[in-house]
């Protein structure tokens, strides 16, 4: 003896929560690259802007102490700005190592509607 056959509302019904199931499940496993590049790129910027300032500031105080005007100061600007290439470099070559070992990002269509 079979049991009633499901009304077709609810095999629909059932059908569209396996399809937003399997939807929500898609969508928890896309990463977000934009965010991920966006980070890398502002952290780069604040060490090379951070090296900068930390030297200014080192060679200024140099020159109150030692009484060396300009001289601690641009020391402290150049070897400030020395040391913020090589942090930066350093960055950019580990988040390059991060990206040759992930997937490929997933193209995003344009939008050229105006909202």
Do not use: C
Not at 65 to 87: D, E, H, K
């Amino acid at each position: 003896m079979s049991g009633p056959e499901p009304s077709r509302e609810d095999a629909l019904r059932r059908l569209r929560e396996r399809a937003d199931a399997l939807e929500g499940q898609q969508a928890s496993k896309t990463p977000d690259y934009g965010a991920h590049a966006a980070s890398g790129a502002y952290r780069i910027l604040a060490e090379l802007l951070g090296g900068v300032a930390v030297g200014l500031a080192i060679g200024a105080g140099l020159d109150f102490i030692a009484g060396t005007r300009p001289w601690g100061l641009i020391g402290g600007v150049l070897l400030g700005f020395a040391v913020s290439i090589w942090m930066a470099r350093r960055t950019a070559n580990r988040l390059m190592e991060l990206a040759a070992k992930g997937p490929p990002p997933v193209a995003v269509p344009f939008d050229d509607e105006e909202d």
